[in-house]
């Protein structure tokens, strides 16, 4: 007996060392996609699985298999002697790839499934490169721009693909509420703190969006009330004395949740780095309050609402300016108030597969400013509705909406004045619009929509769209779509240089809504490696504008003339991004966009010009490199943006050159996670001291006055002094006029 047990007992010794073969594959758990690259670790054997998902290994009986993948939860499996074949299912870590998108199909889906290209940025993605709001947070985008316009009152918008800001709609929660006036001073007011991702369509997206959403859209979503933890603080200070704080409580209650998020920054410190005795950057205080709630209802469906305030105060100009020189002709200042109150929400009013939202906002949003003597006082009222949803049948999935838009706005420009008198603009938008995705098959995905449109103003406006998706594997995707784009115009909402200077406006006709036309090609890529990931999104763009409205500064130094365009309007290029995700080692991130952005029109003596895009560089990349050392739970993040020469407004016989030079904005940040609770953060902005010069034109006189340094008593442009006719004016500005800045900061999160 006891030699019976011996022998037993070494034969299954001996069957532990013995190998057996083992196939299987690898998938996502929640997908069913097969996963290529992913590491089958087994006692001393290591394979890598091929794209198909497919792998096989000789292993020892009774050993189990390690199953690991970027971007996925690594997985153990016991293998036994009876098994020749496993089925190893991942479950995947939130990444880009399979981000839930809302922008390009007004539904959710993974961005995989879109026919849309749709690109997504978390919040951990914003946090690399720390900032006070929004506008500045863009900056590191391949292919959108954040465009100062002015040196003095540092008002902004965001370009596109070149394309200047009036053409990019910006919603917050799917909602238009940051729109013509507000687009200038609202959108600088949003805290980053805010913001849960965001999302961004480049291209027109009028079909489901209306009017605005020409160079594409940006979509903010903000936090969720429902995950929001007790309480949270970002806070910030900067060498150049800027203060920045986020707080944020979260509360909940029985069937419902929320969170109240409080904004504050501060900047009063005059600071003039080239000596031309204007502030370099504008002065600001800022406060905005953020309430959001969901509400859980028996039936499940969504309920949310929202509101937000915001209050600023805002002025640049000459360094001897106060308050008390606000409007008048002695001391040159640009001072801005604003106030502004936003109200969003959702209810759902079906589930299933047959959905159905109604989503509703409303903005209130009230200027009031001076340019120098100039004034500009401002209100402006945006009320928003929007039933939609969608139904399922067969290989279809529709989608259907019935918007309603109401804007009313007043000032004090003679916009708004008919017959000596004043008179608000109303504008009435009612729209409906049906898209269908149409599955052809398991590779083919086709998308069609079309919308109507009818404005009080501008009458009717059809926007339709086509999109075609073809996915061959897992690893690769290929996009195309093309679509109309339009544009209502409210001038002096969106350009403000017409406020700012000396230059008188001049508008040669009725403008009219612009119109374009645009098509897509897209590509991305991504695979798997033992130790890395890396992916590659690819897209050709064209968009040919007609009836397009051009502010000219070239045809009179003295002016700004606006007309729609006789000729046509082209944006045109290749924008690339690049990620590689590397275990334990870095992450890189890099994008460059090359573009050509121009207008041709006809001239007087019937030659044809080609005359560039003002603030659009043909070259432009962004990068980002991130490196974790878990010993030390510290991280070092490298961020920056590069620009190529982009053509600037001068006036004739300017001395300053029509175009910039090659320069980057970089930024460098290390953090220290403490506790898991708590960050310690410290960056240097601009770390390589980029000042851009030539910033104003005639700063020592800035009222042009009659009897002055550069004009007669006729109001004529001196001989000595000023024999090519210069103006004062701001609109030289490609880049802040603020340069390496150290910052240190801490958050915390419980």
């Known amino acids: 007996m006891k030699l019976l047990l011996l022998i037993l007992s070494l034969c299954y010794t001996l069957s532990s060392f013995t190998q057996q073969l083992v196939s299987g594959h690898v998938s996502d758990i929640k997908t069913g996609d097969k ?41 153990t499996i016991n293998v036994n002697a009876a098994k020749d074949f496993i089925h190893a299912a991942l479950e995947p870590i939130a990444n880009n790839l399979n981000d839930v998108i809302i922008s390009g199909n007004m539904r959710a889906i993974q961005r995989s499934e879109s026919a849309i290209p749709v690109e997504v940025y978390q919040a951990k993605f914003f946090r690399k490169n720390p900032t006070a709001g929004v506008f500045e947070a863009l900056s590191t985008l391949n292919g ?87 309480f949270a603080a ?148 945006l009320a928003f509705a929007q039933l939609h949803g969608t139904r399922q049948f067969k290989n279809h999935q529709l989608l259907w909406g019935v918007p309603l838009r109401y804007t009313w706005y007043d000032d004090n420009t003679f916009l708004t004045q008919k017959d000596s008198l004043n008179k608000a603009s109303k504008q009435i938008t ?84 612009e119109k374009s036309w645009n098509v897509n090609l897209n590509y991305t890529t991504q695979w798997m490696r033992e130790k890395a990931f890396y992916n590659i999104d ?18 009179d130094p003295n002016s700004i003339i606006y007309d729609n365009l006789e000729g046509y309007a082209v944006s045109k290029g290749l924008s690339v991004n690049m990620e590689m995700a590397i275990k334990k080692g870095p992450k890189l991130l890099a994008g460059f966009t090359w573009m050509e952005v121009f207008a041709k029109e006809p001239g007087s003596d019937g030659i044809t010009s080609k005359v560039p895009q003002l603030f659009a560089p043909k070259f432009s990349a962004n990068y980002a490199a991130s490196y974790n050392f878990p010993k030390w739970n510290t991280s070092i993040d490298l961020t920056g943006k590069l620009f190529g020469p982009q053509r600037l407004p001068i006036v004739p ?31 240097v902005k601009n770390l390589l001291n980029f000042i851009p010069g030539y910033p104003i034109l005639h700063p020592d006189d800035p009222f042009n006055k009659p009897g002055g340094k550069y004009f007669d008593v006729d109001n004529k442009p001196r001989s000595d002094t000023n024999p090519y006719g210069y103006s004062f004016d701001p609109s030289y500005s490609y880049a802040p006029m603020q340069g390496i800045k150290l910052m240190v900061g801490f958050r915390c999160n419980f």
């Not at 690819?538 to 045809?555: E, G, H, P, V, W």
Request: aromatic share 12%; hydrophobic share 35%.
């Open 35 to 75: 996963i290529g690259g992913a590491t089958i670790t087994s006692h001393t054997k290591q394979v890598v699985s091929k794209i198909d998902g497919s792998f096989d290994i000789a292993i020892y009986a009774n050993h189990p298999l390690v199953i690991s993948a970027v971007g996925y939860k690594t997985d």
């Open 144 to 230: 959108v721009q954040p465009q100062l316009n002015c040196n003095i009152c540092n008002t902004g918008d965001i370009h596109i693909n070149g394309m200047e800001g009036p053409y990019t709609m910006v919603l917050i929660d799917g909602m238009p509420i940051i729109s013509s006036l507000s687009r200038i001073y609202g959108f600088s007011g949003i805290p980053t703190s805010l913001v849960k991702r965001m999302e961004i369509v480049k291209g027109p997206a009028s079909t489901l969006y209306g009017s605005d959403a020409v160079a594409g859209l940006i979509n903010i979503i903000t936090k969720d009330a429902s995950s929001a933890g007790k």
């Open 430 to 513: 009612v729209a409906a619009f049906l898209q269908d995705e149409w599955k052809l098959g398991k590779q083919w995905l086709m998308l069609a929509g079309l919308r109507y449109e009818y404005n009080n103003l501008h009458g009717n406006v059809l926007s339709p769209r086509l999109a075609f998706k073809w996915q061959p594997n897992i690893a690769q995707t290929f996009r195309i779509s093309t679509g109309n784009g339009y544009r209502i115009v409210n001038l002096f909402t969106e350009d403000h240089a017409a406020l700012t200077g000396a230059r008188n406006v001049v508008i040669s006709e009725n403008l009219t809504p």
């Open 234 to 381: 970002d806070i910030s200070f900067t060498s150049m004395e800027e203060l920045n704080a986020d707080l944020s409580k979260g509360f909940h209650l029985k069937k419902a949740n929320g969170i109240l998020g409080i904004n504050l920054f501060n900047y009063w410190k005059k600071q003039d780095i080239n000596n031309d005795n204007f502030t370099d950057v504008t002065q600001q205080r800022r406060v905005s309050v953020f309430n959001k709630w969901d509400i859980e209802r028996e039936n499940k469906l969504p309920f949310s609402i929202s509101a937000r305030y915001m209050a600023e105060n805002r002025w640049g100009g000459e360094l001897n300016w106060n308050k008390n020189y606000r409007g008048s002709d002695s001391i040159y200042g640009e001072s801005i108030v604003t106030h502004r109150f936003e109200l969003t929400g959702v209810y759902g009013l079906k589930g299933g597969k047959n959905d159905a939202l109604l989503d509703y906002s409303y903005s209130y949003h009230n200027q009031e400013s001076y340019y120098g003597t100039t004034s500009f006082d401002a209100i402006q009222h």
């Open 538 to 555: 690819a897209s050709l763009f064209y968009t040919r504008f007609s009836n397009k409205i051009i502010a000219d500064y070239d045809t």
């Open 653 to 683: 016989n300017d001395f300053r050159p029509g175009y910039s030079p090659w320069f980057t904005i970089m930024n460098l940040q290390v953090t220290k996670k403490i506790n898991g609770q708590w960050e310690l953060y410290t960056a």
